[in-house]
């Protein structure tokens, strides 16, 4: 009852997961069919589209059936281009299809998200979480030309909300072998998930009584990793073959001295590392991340008034984020792979000794905002959301491009999902109180800041 009364306070409304599906899918369709249709031309999207992977599209389609996935037109996996070049050999070679056909991928991952989030919270408010992700320009992008980037996020997705289940029996994990072997033939980098999967795991099935199954013996908790992995394995073995087959961790045109980024006087190996990413994605975790305040402010009020001891949590994340940040070279440079997005901005202000306030700052307030949620998550999913956050951290830490577009939808669908859970969480204990009628306020104000963004970009 206290529940319903809450919802009826917010104005949020009922429950309508297809509601929520339909408003956020019309939305995303209804801009992309006029960019697409109206042939409009954006210098980033469609530069990326027609230098590399439409490219890469009708080089498959050339050679089908039997394609050459030695070296390629990509610095990714060929499961996204494959889909698309039966679209070019079976359907049509209009372009402006193929980017219709394209946008099924997108679609796939907001009607995902929105039907998860809209089971769960009041139609208005799942709306206000899920517009983010709409605005959002590297969305967007993906979704309108002939990119991979949001096919591969619908993989995330889906890995993540598998690992969220409260019970994660042995035909689920059949089905995350399946989505994580496709994600990695997709996106290679994204392998990192199957982490997400490993601490669903070992924290074991949800109780309804009190969160967690307890005392329950180590060897069952190994045993049930132990298939979790074994679930992992092809996605494995199909990473290690395109190793073996690329000599590398990307295509040969890729590698070391072969991608020469335009403008940049060095070259660069997509694979080299790069330090500054791991500070990088806590700035952008903080930038993002205090939109949704409303989210947590009155769940970290409880948990650490009744877990004091985790306060130390918040400061150590703070301290390893002004550190992350603050101690590699955080200039504009295209020959260290710092270019684009929020480097542009970088680019603009003062830095002091090849280090730029701005990421450091955000950077520590990430760090923050990382500690804070870990302390207001539930348990099970406090380690499940740690794994995932940690697994991509790693994962991007090892390429050399440290770009906006690479870390912007994550972090989004990270942050609304955590939102999504801690407030369904307050209905169903009543430990902390109901989430605020203005929490939604705040994703619905970062989405407007996107949509701005998207729309100046897409102009140039």
């Known amino acids: 009852m206290a529940s319903q009364d809450n919802k009826k306070r917010a104005g949020l409304g009922a429950r309508r997961p297809k509601l929520v599906a339909g408003v956020i899918v019309a939305a995303f369709m209804m801009a992309a069919s006029v960019v697409i249709l109206s042939g409009h031309v954006a210098k980033r999207p469609a530069g990326d589209q027609n230098r590399w992977h439409l490219v890469a599209i ?55 998200l929105a039907l998860w989030v809209g089971r769960r919270r009041g139609w208005k ?10 605005c959002s320009l590297y969305v967007f992008s993906a979704g309108a030309w002939l990119l991979p980037d949001n096919a591969a996020w619908w993989g995330v997705l889906s890995i993540l909300l598998l690992a969220l289940r409260p019970r994660l029996t042995g035909k689920w994990l059949i089905v995350a072998a399946i989505v994580l072997t496709l994600l990695t033939l997709t996106r290679q980098i994204h392998v990192w998930v ?49 190793i073996w087959l690329w000599d590398g961790l990307a295509p040969p045109m890729f590698q070391v001295n072969s991608f020469r980024p335009e403008g940049g006087t060095g070259q660069l190996d997509v694979a080299g590392g790069n330090p500054i990413i ?13 939109f949704f305040a409303g989210y947590l402010i009155p769940t970290i009020h409880v948990a650490l008034r009744k877990r004091g001891w985790r306060l130390g949590v918040p400061v150590v994340m703070t301290a390893a984020g002004l550190l992350l ?26 830095t002091f000794a090849d280090r730029s306030p701005v990421i450091i700052g955000l950077g520590a307030a990430g760090g923050l905002l990382a500690g804070l949620w870990f302390v207001a998550l539930p ?30 939808p994550f972090l989004l669908l990270l942050l609304i999902l955590m939102a999504t859970t801690v407030a369904r969480s307050a209905d169903e204990t009543h430990e902390t109180p109901h989430m605020p009628a203005w929490a939604p306020i705040g994703p619905a104000m970062l989405a407007a800041i996107l949509l701005g963004v998207t729309l100046l970009s897409l102009k140039s």
């Open 58 to 112: 009708e080089g498959f389609a050339s050679e089908w059936p039997a394609i050459d996935f030695s070296d390629y037109e990509s610095a990714t996996t060929p499961l996204y281009h494959t889909l698309v070049a039966a679209v070019h050999v079976y359907v049509t070679e209009d372009v402006r299809s193929l980017r219709l056909a394209g946008a099924t991928f997108t679609i796939g991952l907001l009607t995902t």
């Open 125 to 134: 408010e799942a709306i206000a979480l899920c517009l983010p992700m709409v």
């Open 194 to 242: 199957s982490a997400a999967l490993w601490a669903a795991a070992w924290m074991g099935d949800k109780s309804a009584e009190n969160g967690l199954f307890t005392g329950e013996r180590i060897d069952a908790r190994l045993g049930r990793v132990a298939m979790a992995m074994c679930a992992s394995v092809p996605a494995f073995l199909m990473l290690g073959y395109f």
């Open 278 to 290: 791991p500070g990088t994605i806590l700035a952008f975790f903080g930038a993002f991340g205090v």
């Open 325 to 350: 940040a603050g101690i590699p070279l955080s200039t504009y440079d295209k020959d260290a792979g710092r270019w684009s997005g929020i480097w542009n901005i970088v680019a603009k202000l003062p």
């Open 379 to 408: 348990k099970r999913e406090r380690w499940i959301f740690s794994a995932a956050f940690a697994g991509f951290v790693a994962a991007q830490a090892v390429t050399a491009l440290a770009w906006q577009r690479y870390y912007e």
